[in-house]
Structures are given as structure tokens and as C-alpha cells.
């Protein structure tokens, strides 16, 4: 077991930045909040460092960290709209459908609660289980998130017809 020290602390950090990066992005939308949450995630976690118990499993600890601090931002940012705002406003017109998009382009274009399963299980290569540690769900709900997720993303990339299951 390693001991939990500053410099092994910082080589997880450095050896899982761009799942921490791609997995706020993939919450938050924008590259400056995604870049925030991950800092206040890195001090948050190395000040509970203590709490990990398994030294071996600090990727899915320090995302389920991160998440938790995407989701408060999330909160936090909540944009309100008076409705009378918006009473004229006319909705757009559709999206071309001959516009293809790339996988990633699509993938933002999901929910959030569809976007963050997928993320993590194939960009990040969480397992099921961990995804469910990391969003604190069900073994199901993940499984249901990431089979909706699928679905959708055929839609948005114009492959209803494939059915491999595959993204």
C-alpha cells in the first residue's frame, strides 16, 4: 500500500488531469468552469486525503469529488429567466439533418445526467461499478443512463439503423 504523501498525491493528480479535465467539461460545458472545478476538487481532495481508503481506487474517489463540486457549480450558476422575457421569442427552426457531427460534438449534446455516464465509461474507462460510486447511483440507473445515452447518440449522428450497441 503506498503511503499517501504530497508528492504520491500529486503523481495521481498529474497522472489523471485530462480525465479530470474532460470530466467536468463534459458537465459543466465550458472550459473555464471545467478548469475551476477541477482545482477546487484537487485542494478538496488532498485536504481529505485521509478518507481514502483505497489508494488504488483514486481516480473514481477524486472524480466522485469533482462531480460533486461540477454539480454545486451547476447550482450555483443556474441561470432564472423571468418568463415574460421570453413570451416572444420564437423557437428555432430545426437543425439541418444532413449536418453530421462528430462523435465528441454529439456526446456534449446529451444531458447531463446521460453526457457524465458516457463520459466516464468511454472517454474515462470507468467500469460500471465505479460510475456508480463516482454519480452515486444504482448499478442499474448507470446502465440505463449509458443505454439511453447510446440511443441518443445514434439519433444525433444519424445511425438509427445500427443496432451493435456500440458508440
Known sequence: MP??????????VVRNQTALFRTARSILKNDQDAEDAVQEAILSAYA????????????????????????DLCRKNRPVVDLSDVEEVIPASGTDCTERLSLWQAVEQLPDDLRTPITLFYYE????????????????????????????????LGEEGTTDGSV
Open 48 to 71: 481529505s486525503l485521509d478518507s481514502l481508503r483505497e489508494p488504488e481506487r483514486f481516480k473514481p474517489w477524486i472524480l466522485r469529488i469533482l462531480t460533486n463540486k461540477c454539480y
Open 125 to 156: 474507462d470507468l467500469n460500471i461499478r465505479q460510475i456508480s460510486l463516482v454519480l452515486d447511483l444504482t448499478q442499474a440507473a448507470v446502465k440505463t443512463r449509458l443505454h439511453r445515452g447510446r440511443e441518443r447518440l445514434k439519433l444525433l
Open 3 to 12: 503511503v499517501l504523501t504530497k508528492e504520491w498525491f500529486g503523481g495521481q
